[in-house]
């Protein structure tokens, strides 16, 4: 056997379809498109899925739960796996290389299955509130932070509108007096500026009256 007589095993490899080459190219003059409609003309390709408007399948079937895309981050590891584990100090790292979480986790955690009777410490995993317990009573440790409450919510306090006192009240009562009063007062100034003018307007046509005689005109006889 050469490099030269190498050759591909049959039926493995396809000669390429060469469309829109005739009715002799085996494809038929439409080339393999069929006779009119949206996808037998150029550029009438649709989005994957497009069922010439109707409601698609992907649309029609029912959607069922929850799947976190997450979920495969977070890494469970048993206790009866730390009982497996030679080493004392255990870490993301070891549970890799002993083959306990995949290699594509980005954390793990400790849950309360199995036994432990040796002592671990563990950095930078997760526990449960039961694998503490369960790892401290064993004499091991563990740095993952105690989980604290959530603080509760105070309701806001309403405010509450305080009662008028005696001399705010007297005061709002006095306003109104006071307004009648100014209003009495300028409608007396006017009436007295009205009647003043009345009276100067009399004595200007009385005045004009008797200089429109023949005896109060300019060089008249005495």
């Given at each position: 056997m050469?490099l030269?007589?190498?050759?591909?095993?049959?039926g493995?490899?396809h000669v390429?379809k060469?469309v829109?080459r005739g009715?002799?190219s085996?494809?038929?003059?439409?080339?393999g498109?069929?006779h009119?409609?949206q996808?037998?003309r150029?550029?009438?390709f649709?989005?994957?899925?497009?069922?010439?408007?109707?409601?698609?399948?992907?649309?029609?079937?029912?959607?069922?739960?929850?799947?976190?895309p997450?979920?495969?981050?977070?890494?469970?590891?048993l206790?009866?796996?730390?009982?497996?584990?030679?080493?004392e100090k255990?870490?993301?790292?070891?549970l890799k290389?002993?083959g306990?979480v995949?290699g594509?986790?980005k954390g793990?955690?400790?849950?309360?299955?199995?036994k432990?009777?040796r002592?671990v410490?563990?950095?930078?995993?997760?526990?449960?509130?039961?694998?503490r317990?369960a790892?401290?009573a064993?004499?091991?440790s563990t740095?993952?932070p105690i989980?604290?409450?959530?603080?509760?919510?105070?309701?806001?306090?309403?405010?509450?509108?305080?009662p008028?006192?005696?001399?705010q009240?007297a005061k709002?009562?006095?306003r109104?007096?006071?307004?009648?009063?100014d209003?009495?007062a300028a409608?007396e100034?006017?009436?007295?500026?009205g009647?003043?003018e009345k009276?100067e307007?009399?004595?200007?046509r009385e005045a004009k009256e008797?200089r429109?005689g023949?005896?109060?005109?300019?060089?008249?006889?005495a």
């Open positions: 050469e030269n007589t190498l050759k591909p095993v049959p493995s490899k390429r060469r829109a009715i002799g085996g494809t038929g003059k439409t080339g498109r069929g009119k409609g996808r037998a150029s550029g009438g649709h989005k994957v899925g497009f069922e010439g408007g109707q409601m698609p399948l992907q649309r029609r079937l029912p959607k069922r739960g929850f799947n976190s997450t979920r495969e981050d977070t890494a469970e590891v206790l009866s796996d730390l009982e497996r584990l030679k080493a255990i870490d993301l790292a070891v290389d002993a306990v995949a594509s986790a793990a955690k400790v849950i309360v299955s199995g432990l009777t002592k410490a563990l950095t930078g995993v997760a526990v449960s509130k039961g694998a317990a790892i401290e064993a004499g091991g740095d993952a989980p604290q409450p959530k603080p509760k919510r105070e309701p806001k306090a309403v405010p509450v509108s305080q008028q006192t005696d001399g009240s709002g009562e006095a109104p007096e006071k307004r009648a009063g209003a009495k409608g100034s006017k009436g007295e500026r009647a003043k009276g307007g009399k004595d200007k008797t429109s023949p005896e109060g005109k300019k060089g008249g006889k």
